[in-house]
């Protein structure tokens, strides 16, 4: 049983997901996907030239662009051995969504992503945002270096500067500097499990509702998953799963023989396959199971309603439209009395109060 618009279609989510880096080498070979310089099993190459791309074109470009953004911070974080020197943000929504919205409704969500990507972290600090439009579902896919940029700031202390005469502790208020710093701090958006489900909220609050999406379950139990794991179920669809037949050939020579995978790989590489061919019917589960959680909160919520004003409308029971409107008015008569007392009270109080000073 699923959850349905007033027009009779599924309900529609947005979906935000990020993906933390702490090394340049796992940037680059995020941009090369991302960037279409391998191979993308998920794309149609007829398309990737529709895709858009803002800021960096290429992974070699992205590396550079994230490389220098980090070397302008003054504080590294701390508590970390590597800390996160970018974030991968995936935006995309359900299949509904594209499939019941037209094209100016689409860009519209897209475009106030990336509004709100670069108001939250700078517009320089969002080095490269691409459109994917190669795939079943569209979606966005952005690099951002969490920098955070302080103000200098006066903090005021009282310290202990002596004593008088009587031995009794003399103080006095001293001002304390901290200078302005750019510090690199994926912490500060994106600390614990709280703040990740704020980050989901943010982004319901400020874009996704604007579209007409709604957020996902607040405080459900689903895993978090990489980026590139989740756009990929979500984009293939139901198809047959494929089963790789033959091994591959790393390298070859006619002098000394080919270079084939063994049979360990061969038989890692199929169960991966299969494990990766099977994960959306996972993730269309998830979506399903938030449309039956979102129905019984509604229902509930309307069960409740119904127990609360049960004994309010049951003196209104077998009124005329007239007589209903009547004991309203005098309602609102009391009401307005018991303000006026209520008032005139407090003035008295009050007056009693100053001729007892």
């Given amino acids: 049983m699923n959850l349905f618009c007033a027009n009779g ?23 090369k996907h991302k960037d279409r310089e391998q191979e993308t099993p998920n794309a149609n190459p007829e398309l990737t030239l529709t895709n858009e791309t803002e800021g960096t074109k290429t992974s070699a470009e992205l590396v550079v662009a994230v490389q220098s953004r980090v070397n302008l911070a003054t504080v590294k974080a701390t508590g970390t051995d590597k800390p996160v020197i970018a974030v991968e943000y995936l935006i995309t929504a359900s299949p509904e969504f594209f499939k019941n919205s037209d094209e100016d409704t689409i860009n519209a969500y897209f475009d106030n992503a990336k509004s709100w990507l670069r108001k939250k972290h700078g517009a320089d600090n969002v080095v490269s945002i691409t459109r994917h439009n190669d795939e079943k579902t569209p979606h966005l896919s952005a690099f951002v270096v969490p920098l955070v940029e302080r103000q200098e700031s006066i903090r005021k202390r009282s310290v202990i500067v002596g004593k008088d005469a009587n031995g009794n502790q003399l103080r006095e208020t001293r001002e304390y500097s901290t200078p302005a710093s750019i510090n690199l701090s994926a912490k500060h958006f994106f600390g614990g499990a709280k703040a990740l489900s704020e980050l989901q909220t943010e982004f319901h609050q400020k874009v996704g509702i604007h579209s007409g999406l709604e957020r996902g379950i607040e405080g459900s139990k689903a895993n978090h998953q990489r980026v590139k794991t989740f756009y990929a179920n979500i984009t293939q669809g139901e198809k047959p799963v494929e089963v790789p037949k033959e091994r591959l050939v790393y390298e070859k020579s006619w002098f000394r023989g080919d270079l084939v995978e063994t049979d360990a790989d061969f038989a890692e590489r199929v169960a991966q396959s299969v494990k990766d061919q099977l994960a959306p019917v996972r993730d269309v589960a998830l979506l399903a199971v938030q449309e039956r959680q979102k129905r019984r909160e509604a229902e509930n919520t309307a069960t409740e309603f119904r127990k609360r004003s049960e004994p309010l409308l049951k003196p209104l029971q077998g009124l005329s439209v007239d007589q209903v409107k009547d004991v309203l008015r005098l309602a609102s008569n009391y009401q307005r009395q018991n303000e006026v007392e209520r008032q005139g009270k407090q003035a008295q109080a009050t007056s009693r109060g100053r001729k007892g000073r």
């Fill in 9 to 31: 279609d599924m309900m529609a989510y947005a979906i935000l997901r990020i993906e933390k880096h702490t090394a340049l080498v796992t940037v680059r070979r995020s941009g």
